[in-house]
């Protein structure tokens, strides 16, 4: 009797974690009919966290969404698979279309939602073959692979709750193969730590190397991918050590400075030189709000990133980006010259926050081109401070 009892009670408790999280129905809201990018209702609502045991699928409830296509892993958030024109673009797992139109950067996209809890993008598509509400089996082909410039590829990633995972967690990427194990969800404030192991207390130690942090693209400071932590709490900590090498880059490689923050001429910024039209990089991920002639500061360029940040480089040459252009840390956005109120040819370059100028060293170690591994202390307000990062 007292086994019986257990076995209803687990049964039960099967049951209610299964129904804690059926995201996968036929209807859903104008907005998840239109945004890639939106966190899926009733994910979390009954617990913080949920596990797929992926090693209990069987063959034909995964595929590849172009298994003949050779795949390449960009930014750790998704892939490019390359293949042939009018190859089919086959559905990962069974699940519901959410969304299928044209999206601007995108393309025709389709998104699918499935019932364990992730959500899958195809995009650049030349065509849609699916509709929203659709319910689609794994290996269904929902659309015919397009591309862009000239190139025939997918662009493909997965989601949990609006965040890019880093597709290596779930597939070995060279031979196409789902990894067979136990993929562990954990809501955080408001992201998603996603990890590999078993679902118990101790599984953040246990974790293997494709353990990832789905923060919408982990750290960075591009705006389009992080979320505005001032709308739950008027304070935020950043840890800059945690931003990957390809999340930032010093602007002017190769330089030294020749006039530093502040000082008895109260600086604005710091003034690096090198040499004239001088490669100058984007410092982070983010949009270009400002690019052209500004008074003293001659061509300067200004662009927005995430949590309140905006970077300004001045005196160029010549601007090589536009307002409303989405840049990566370490690309080329201008040359170095001496336009404006400059005597020599060098970069002028600032950093802000909510408004509000900084010294750029407290990011930025000038002497070895480096991030420093410092943790700032954000405040909704404006104010910023600091305080050295642990070490490992």
Not at 74 to 85: M, Q
Not at 220 to 228: F, G, R, S, W
Not at 241 to 257: K, T
Request: net charge positive; proline share 4%; with cysteine.
């Amino acid at each position: 009797m007292l086994k019986s009892l257990k076995l209803i009670c687990l049964l039960l408790s099967i049951i209610a974690l299964l129904s804690s999280f059926k995201p996968a129905r036929d209807e859903f809201t104008a907005a998840e009919q239109q945004q890639i990018s939106i966190a899926t209702p009733q994910l979390f609502a009954r617990s913080k966290m949920f596990s797929v045991d992926f090693a209990l699928l069987k063959s034909s409830e995964y595929s590849f969404p172009l298994p003949v296509g050779k795949a390449r892993v960009v930014d750790n958030r998704e892939l490019n698979i390359s293949t042939t024109e009018g190859d089919a673009v086959k559905a990962m797992f069974d699940g519901v279309v959410r969304l299928s139109r044209h999206v601007s950067g995108y393309g025709n996209v389709v998104v699918i939602r499935h019932n364990n809890g992730f959500e899958t993008v195809y995009a650049l598509n030349a065509q849609n073959l699916v509709n929203v509400g659709q319910r689609v089996k794994a290996g269904q082909t929902v659309a015919i692979v397009g591309g862009q410039n000239g190139s025939i590829y997918l662009r493909f990633f997965i989601m949990v709750n609006g965040a890019p995972v880093n597709p290596e967690t779930l597939i070995d990427v060279a031979s196409h193969r789902l990894r067979r194990q136990t993929v562990v969800c954990r809501k955080s404030g408001n992201h998603v730590i996603v990890s590999v192991g078993s679902d118990d207390k101790n599984d953040s130690e246990r974790a293997s190397a494709h353990d990832v942090q789905a923060k919408k693209g982990g750290t960075t400071l591009n705006p389009d991918v992080e979320d505005d932590p001032f709308l739950q709490s008027s304070t935020f900590k950043l840890d800059l050590s945690a931003i990957d090498n390809q999340h930032w880059a010093y602007p002017l490689p190769g330089s030294h400075v020749i006039s530093p923050y502040g000082g008895r001429r109260n600086h604005a910024g710091v003034d690096i030189k090198t040499k004239p039209n001088d490669p100058i990089l984007a410092a982070f991920d983010g949009v270009v709000t400002r690019s052209g002639p500004y008074f003293g500061y001659g061509n300067v360029i200004i662009i927005k990133h995430a949590y309140g940040f905006e970077t300004l480089y001045s005196h160029q040459s010549k601007n090589l980006v536009s307002v409303g252009d989405k840049v990566k840390a370490g690309q080329v956005i201008g040359l170095t010259g001496r336009t404006g109120r400059a005597t020599t040819e060098h970069l002028h370059f600032e950093v802000h926050f909510k408004g509000h100028r900084f010294d750029p060293a407290i990011m930025f170690d000038h002497a070895n081109k480096k991030l420093r591994a410092t943790t700032l202390q954000l405040n909704k307000n404006g104010r910023l401070s600091k305080s050295a990062s642990p070490k490992m």
